[in-house]
């Protein structure tokens, strides 16, 4: 048995879609469990580039079986629109993408009802997809999932009743337009005809595949300081980004599961609000988010960018129970002379090892900083750990002994190519 979750271990975008592209060569099953197309996945295969939000980006490798889980959130249409873009660039996903029939849809409203919230002066900096709404619907037990899309009677009813108290909200509280069933109902019927062939109890075709020795491979979305749970709340998306969401999100569970790799950027990001002890002052900021092409890769936003964090990344380490590290990107620090990482915190005149769960207390955090020699030197081009520069090393090794966990794997820029183990 051989089932692995991948995942990010700080606030998302840390490179995970080349991680899993890679690990994907070695599995034959791969399964998004949570979040819907917030999601960004970017992998480069030689000039083509490809962004993927809810297909698993293991999709690429042509001869694997994609999963969406229980756990996901889908918009039909922005499904279908990436299933287009694949077939369009010849890979095509019939008989090999699977969608589970209890995952749940997400409507229109969910998304009006998103950006209304988002013009708030506490918002979120949400990606404005409709994730949060839809999410709460699940669990207040209004929502519809895939299967109701698929059965017109028990879309009508439902529908009829979520526009009533939709609409009541729209209109009275945010003084905005309703939303007519008629137009509304056609057109997920529609979808519903469309993506019928791909939907399947997803939960028991896992657990097949489990008996069959198959190997899986769980592709977390966000990250893990994104987790309803376990991250900066309110500041998360709203969904278990974390290693339990792989059960939970899929119906596979926690014993079938082998070892949870932790995504980890040489440095932070973070997009949207909230938190971020460790974030640069504006001239390094702009330096790294160019170099490093922070942009959202889901809405564009310029991410914010700052010092590596170790207290962060042992949280995640702990609350997912990462086994190994993957550290990407460290050719985006190659040009400083100087590298900081923080070790610990200060807040109130004591230190702080541990990530506290209160956002104020986070907000006036002091990051402790231990300061290292940079390397000043290309690493895109360097193919072996050996090979790195003597102070690169030196910085992955305090990483990792801050972080009481082995980096398994290293990457230095976006191509499959770019990447090494340790
Ligand atoms: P939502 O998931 O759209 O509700 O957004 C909630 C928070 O999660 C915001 O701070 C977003 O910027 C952040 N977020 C959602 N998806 C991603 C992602 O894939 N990468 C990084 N941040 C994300």
């Keep these: 048995m051989s089932n692995i979750v991948i995942l990010g271990a700080q606030w998302g975008d840390e490179g995970k879609g080349k991680v ?42 042509k001869t694997k079986t994609c999963v969406i889980g229980n756990g996901v959130v889908i918009d039909p249409k922005a499904l279908l629109e990436e299933i287009d873009m694949l077939e369009k660039k010849g890979i095509s996903v019939n008989g090999r993408l699977f969608i589970s029939e209890e995952a749940h849809v997400i409507f229109p409203y969910h998304k009006t009802l998103d950006e209304l919230k988002e013009q708030n002066k506490k918002k979120i900096g949400t990606t404005k ?37 939709k609409n009541a909200i ?17 057109e997920y019927l529609d979808y519903a005809k469309k993506i019928k062939k791909y939907v399947c109890n997803t939960a028991l075709l896992l657990n ?44 596979v569970g926690p014993t079938k599961i082998d070892k949870v790799i932790g995504v980890v950027k040489a440095y932070t990001t973070r997009v ?7 974030e640069f002052s504006k001239d390094l900021m ?17 991410r914010r960018c700052g010092w590596f964090d170790s207290v962060i990344v042992k949280h995640a ?28 915190y200060k807040f109130e005149g004591k230190g702080y090892n541990n990530f506290p769960a209160s956002i104020k207390a986070l907000s006036h955090c002091e990051p402790v900083y231990e300061e290292l020699s ?48 340790v």
């Design 170 to 186: 729209l209109t009275k509280i945010y003084s905005a337009e309703g939303f007519a069933f008629d137009p509304l109902y056609k």
């Design 129 to 165: 997809k409709g994730i949060g709404p839809c999410y709460a619907d699940k669990v207040a037990r209004s929502g519809i999932r895939i299967i109701d899309l698929l059965d017109e009677s028990v879309l009508k009813e439902k529908l009829k009743a979520n526009l009533g108290e």
């Design 20 to 61: 899993i592209d890679i690990f994907a060569a070695k599995t034959d099953f791969i399964v998004r469990y949570q979040g819907g197309n917030n999601a960004g996945h970017t992998v480069v295969i030689g000039d083509d580039e490809f962004i993927l939000h809810l297909i698993p980006s293991g999709i690429l490798h």
């Design 272 to 278: 949207g609000e909230g938190p971020f002890p460790t």
């Design 374 to 421: 940079g390397w000043q030197q290309d690493t895109t081009r360097i193919t072996s750990y050996a090979k790195l520069p003597k102070n690169a090393k030196v910085y992955l090794k305090r990483m990792q002994d801050l972080l009481k966990t082995k980096i398994v794997l290293i990457s230095v820029g976006s191509d499959r190519k770019q990447t090494f183990s």
């Design 208 to 251: 097949e595949a489990v008996a069959k020795k198959k190997r899986i491979m769980f592709e977390g979305a966000q990250g893990t300081l994104l987790d309803v749970d376990h991250g900066t709340y309110p500041f998360v998306t709203s969904s278990n980004s974390t290693a339990g969401g792989a059960s939970t999100g899929t119906g």
């Design 286 to 302: 702009g330096c790294i988010r160019k170099k490093g092409r922070e942009f959202g890769a889901t809405t564009g936003r310029p």
């Design 317 to 344: 380490i702990m609350v997912n129970g990462i086994d190994e590290i993957v550290v990407t990107k460290l050719d985006v620090l190659d040009d400083l002379d100087r590298i900081k990482i923080c070790t610990s």
